[in-house]
């Protein structure tokens, strides 16, 4: 609000000297910040090393994790055995499937014939 309030105060009126002396600081402060060898420059590179150690590290915590062969037929003969049980109970399910429907049909049967008797 007071900024706003001296804006509107100072509207039409010119630029006083110490006005004019920090805006020029500004514009020094600005350059030097955006010289390539002051601060601007040297934060781009430490990002730029930052971005490639990321990178490296991420390759090298990839690299890390190994399994040697040995571990890997254990992996590999567990996941046969599970997925031959998957199939065997796939079977078993399908097996206990049929014996429901033909249960449900001797069922049906069983009431047609019944309620023909007694019609």
Known sequence: VLIKQEIQRKSGYAIQADEEQL?????TIQCEL???????????????????QNHFGAVKSEERYYIDADLLREIKQHLKQQQEGLTHLISIIKDDLEDIKLVEHGLNETIHIRGGVFS
């Open 34 to 52: 955006n010289a390539p060898t002051q601060f601007k420059g040297r934060l781009n590179e430490l990002m730029s090393q930052i971005r490639m």
């Open 23 to 27: 805006r020029v600081q500004l514009d």
